[in-house]
């Protein structure tokens, strides 16, 4: 091995790593060089090595919205089913307005 794929580790977080490196073989076709290698280049994540060897990518929010209180987030939530329930209303309400229409001039035209 070369000085640069050589991993500095401390005495406390060496079984830990060790750990990792075995779980990421268990789950992977890795072996231990390759595990360590890409332990070290996810920052000692071992979920992000797993979820990278699955091809699995972490999940970015859109339009994260922050929370400021209890009451902020329940009203929001509250308009958000509204919002849905008036929309759903209308279009059928729309369709029940065309259903009519044609029948109406269905009965005309006999």
Do not use: C, W
């Amino acid at each position: 091995m070369e000085n640069d794929d050589v991993i500095q580790i401390d005495s406390s977080n060496l079984s830990e790593t060790k750990d990792k490196i075995e779980m990421i073989i268990r789950q992977t076709d890795y072996d231990e060089e390759t595990a360590r290698k890409k332990l070290t280049e996810y920052n000692n994540d071992y979920l992000k090595v797993i979820k990278s060897y699955f091809g699995i990518e972490d999940k970015i929010k859109e339009n994260p919205t922050k929370i400021k209180s209890l009451n902020q987030e329940i009203y929001r939530q509250i308009r958000h089913k509204m919002d849905y329930s008036i929309q759903d209303y209308n279009k059928k309400q729309e369709i029940k307005l065309q259903d009519e229409i044609s029948k109406l001039h269905d009965r005309d035209n006999l």
